[in-house]
């Protein structure tokens, strides 16, 4: 039998010989061009690594192509980024040149660098996924084909991170990100007793509505649904294959902007709701990316240098997003959810 | 092999950035799953719905997770996708890579799955895509013999990640790879074998950049800082002056607590130690001339999750800070880790992440509970109403 529990491979075997020996000791590091990241450590050694935006799902043969790459330039080693890009690792400066020559002869992006747009971190969606409203890998291939230029170049007021949800999961955890792309479905559960009956432990179901809209019913030995209640997140659907709530005509997308991870300048923050719905127009959602691309235009145009867009956003003021950009504001963007309060205005301090 | 046509999908092989879709036709041209799963996916794009049922339970000999069962909703249709299972492999700490074990992967995936892979998944495995419940065994096998193991998925301890740390990174206050590596392999039973009443992920981040996102999608975050003063290099200034560089408007103005002053006379910056809060800002504009103390280690937090159920959630400040030491194998770090667990296995309900259990029950208890002590860097703010729950040992009766 094979061995269990050996976790993963060594991370030490995996280094290249210049991050070996320079391991703990970088001293600093620049930006000479856009993909291009130039680490110089305490003793001198310098590291360039060759930033490459990749679209995730890929074949075995796009991964040993970057392998060829690698062995080529980088004496056989890569790494991954927290982005899903690739970076080439390189510690002898005279390969960089005839290494970017050939990314762009393979038509390999090299970029996502200081204030740029990086790869867009995302879910499986339609390819892989049982629970998704919306496809993950089209839409990320829509935008990142229209934001192209914020890429390969370094020229947006600050660094910019999508992340794309295909259902309230999040499995990309895209909720603290510049713009957030979130499947979301507005139509209640349709209840197929049978399968409830079948494979679902009913308190459990009942007890993951987070509104308590699902109640047991004895008599069919199934559950019934307070549809009033009901705001269509889709956790009964994961506890129980009976409780369908994939809906092709309703399903589709919600935008939020200005949130973001890092610690940099100001706290952490969630991404809010700006439009609670594009359509799913596959295969290019025309809608979802014309909106993502007026978002960042008015953030390009307004901001000042260095302003991520939640901190351009709350400068200015949110009423100030919506008169800037256009998008209209309604009841659905005001939170009615269990947290609401902290977000309703208690000053009289406002821009008209 | 793939005859039929695909003219929905055709349209994303349009436009410069990589197309996913003809990374799926160049695996379909070998590999009968991956064609099927091609003209699925141009069925979902006429459908506009996703066509898998809903859940599968399959697994591997030893291991309670680590593969997601997937099968079509269309088998008839569709028949190389009547089984399309998902195996997740534990990536290396900061997802380095050499290209032999790179190449091994590929060769077992050609050989046992539809040569789709995901490099990564958002927790930070490996995700080998669609393969065959009676290949997973030996697909297994394979992997394990090669240095590989299965990553975490259910209600356990989720594949642990790590931003690139000391590996490449100045800023990282502690050896993220080799924390994220010993843990990993320290907790193999709570990975391997769900036991838990949700999941519950980690991620360490070397610094409050935060490059893994740990803070809005790990349950304990661990984020690198120090507690001494940033170390400021004056000739290095100097040189961001010459080079242009606004550092009163680009770097003092924007410090959260108005920390640095800048000489113009002199060129001289200078920071008010016990007033930085040490967000990295000034560091990021000028790695060059400053870098961060000391005397170093990691903020706890924990809590973090996204929207489903009670609202997505960001970590808590827990340890304000901690000496993660490679020399007592990071001792103090397992015991933390123990300790909530051991708390949460017995308050939190099923389906209950860490943070909700913790939200539900009371952070004041919780921390009694666990005997953490309370200190002012947990809060913005205290509480602005007097609703004490006494515990009653405290008052004289």
Known sequence: ?352 | MTEKKTPLLDELEKGPWPSFVTEMKRAAEKNPMAADLLLQLERSYKDRKGHWKHGGIVGVRGYGGGVIGRYSDLPEEFPNLAEFHTMRINQPSGWFYNTKALRTICDIWEKYGSGLTNFHGSTGDIIMLGTKTENLQPAFDEFSEAGFDLGGSGSDLRTPSCCVGPARCEYACYDTLDVCHNITNTFQDEIHRPMWPYKFKIKFSGCANDCTASIARSDCSVIGTWRDSIKIDQDAVKEYVAQGLNIQELVCDKCPTRALKFNHETKELTVIAEDCSRCMHCINVMPKAIRPGQEKGATILLGGKSTIVLSAFMSWVIVPFMKLEKENDYAELKEFLNKIWEWWDENGKTRERLGETIYRVGMSKFLRDVGLPAVPQMVFRPRANPYVFWPQEEIEK
């Open chain 1, 1 to 352: 039998m094979a061995k269990i529990d050996i976790g993963p491979p060594h991370f030490k075997d995996m280094l290249p010989p210049v991050i070996k020996e320079n391991y703990g000791k970088w001293k600093y590091h620049e930006i000479p061009r856009p993909g291009v990241l130039k680490h110089v450590s305490e003793d001198g050694a310098v590291l360039y690594s060759v930033r490459v935006g990749s679209p995730r799902l890929v074949s075995i043969d796009f991964v040993r192509e970057l392998c060829d790459i690698a062995d080529k330039y980088c004496d056989g080693y890569l790494r991954f980024t927290s982005r899903n890009n690739v970076e080439f690792l390189v510690g002898d400066e005279s390969k960089l040149e005839p290494l970017l020559a050939e990314l762009a002869e393979r038509g390999l992006p090299v970029g996502g660098t200081g204030p740029s747009i990086s790869n867009i971190v995302h879910t499986q969606g339609w390819v892989h996924c049982h629970t998704p409203a919306t496809d993950s890998s089209g839409i990320v291939k829509a935008i990142m084909d229209d934001l192209y230029e914020y890429f390969g170049s370094m020229k947006l007021p600050a660094k910019l991170r999508i992340g794309l949800a295909c259902c309230l999961n999040m499995c990309g955890a895209a909720h603290c990100s510049d713009i957030a792309i979130v499947g979301v479905h507005r139509t209640p559960p349709r209840i197929d007793h049978e399968k409830v009956q079948k494979g679902t432990e009913i308190p459990s179901l009942v007890a993951s509505c987070p509104t308590g809209a699902i109640r047991p019913n004895p008599k069919t030995k199934s559950v019934v649904v307070n549809e009033e209640k009901c705001m269509y997140c889709g956790n009964c659907y994961t506890m129980s294959p009976g409780m369908e709530i994939l809906d092709p005509k309703n399903d589709g997308c919600a935008i939020l902007v200005g949130g973001k991870t890092s610690n940099a300048r100001t706290a952490p923050s969630f991404s809010r709701m700006v439009i609670p719905f594009l359509p799913n127009n596959a295969p290019r959602w025309p809608e979802v990316t014309e909106a993502v691309r007026k978002i960042v235009d008015v953030w390009v145009k307004n901001a000042r240098q260095g302003e991520r867009m939640g901190e351009w956003i709350e400068r200015i003021g949110w009423e100030k997003f919506f008169s800037l950009t256009g998008i209209p504001f309604s009841e659905k963007l005001i939170d009615d959810y269990i947290f609401s309060r902290e977000t309703f205005r208690t000053a009289a301090t406002f821009k008209f």
